[in-house]
């Protein structure tokens, strides 16, 4: 089992009847992944359910829904719950200004990605020009001798036709 994955739970995974081994789920928990309902987020951020639908209601941090409608935070929504409540309690700024710094904070993360994607284009496109000149480098034709200048002198040469 992968650190990754989860265990499936007791009695489960292990076999049916005949040796026959039971399907696993497979599924990777990422920080991406909504899982918490709205209690234990409040519990695991410190604030009041409350506080998590006032904030969902602004824009602040808005998790995932089940097909039911319900709430299902991420780890990363609990970061960043933590971080609304620090920037409100330590720093004093309000809701508002808040949600701006995230916007902002999503607009720069969607723009450094951009660039990430960008530069490996522009790396993928110099590595393919590099290979094609690498190729008409060799396609010359290796019986040419290549030219070198004459170094000029005062010398006269006359020449006259046989008759």
Same mark, same amino acid.
């Given at each position: 089992m992968s650190p990754t994955t989860p265990?499936?739970?007791?009695?489960?995974?292990? $076999? =049916?009847?005949?040796? +026959?081994? /039971?399907?696993?789920?497979?599924?990777? @928990?990422?920080?991406?992944?909504?899982?918490?309902?709205?209690?234990?987020?409040?519990?695991?951020? $410190? =604030?009041?359910?409350? +506080?998590? /639908?006032?904030?969902?209601?602004?824009? @602040?941090?808005?998790?995932?829904?089940?097909?039911?409608?319900?709430?299902?935070?991420?780890?990363?929504?609990?970061?960043?719950?933590?971080?609304v409540q620090r920037l409100s309690q330590d720093e004093g700024i309000n809701l508002a200004g808040i949600k701006r710094i995230i916007e902002l904070e999503n607009q720069v993360a969607a723009l450094q990605a951009k660039a990430a994607e960008l530069v490996d284009a522009l790396e993928g496109a110099a590595a393919a020009l590099q290979q094609r000149e690498a190729a008409v480098h060799a396609s010359y034709r290796r019986d040419l001798v290549p030219y070198q200048q004459v170094q000029q002198s005062s010398a006269l040469v006359v020449w006259r036709p046989k008759r």
């Open positions: 265990p499936i739970g007791p009695g489960l995974g292990e $076999g =049916l009847p005949g040796g +026959t081994p /039971r399907p696993r789920a497979h599924y990777v @928990l990422t920080e991406e992944t909504p899982v918490y309902v709205i209690s234990v987020a409040a519990e695991l951020s $410190g =604030l009041h359910p409350q +506080t998590l /639908r006032q904030y969902d209601r602004l824009g @602040l941090v808005c998790p995932d829904r089940t097909a039911g409608r319900g709430r299902r935070y991420s780890a990363r929504d609990i970061q960043q719950l933590r971080e």
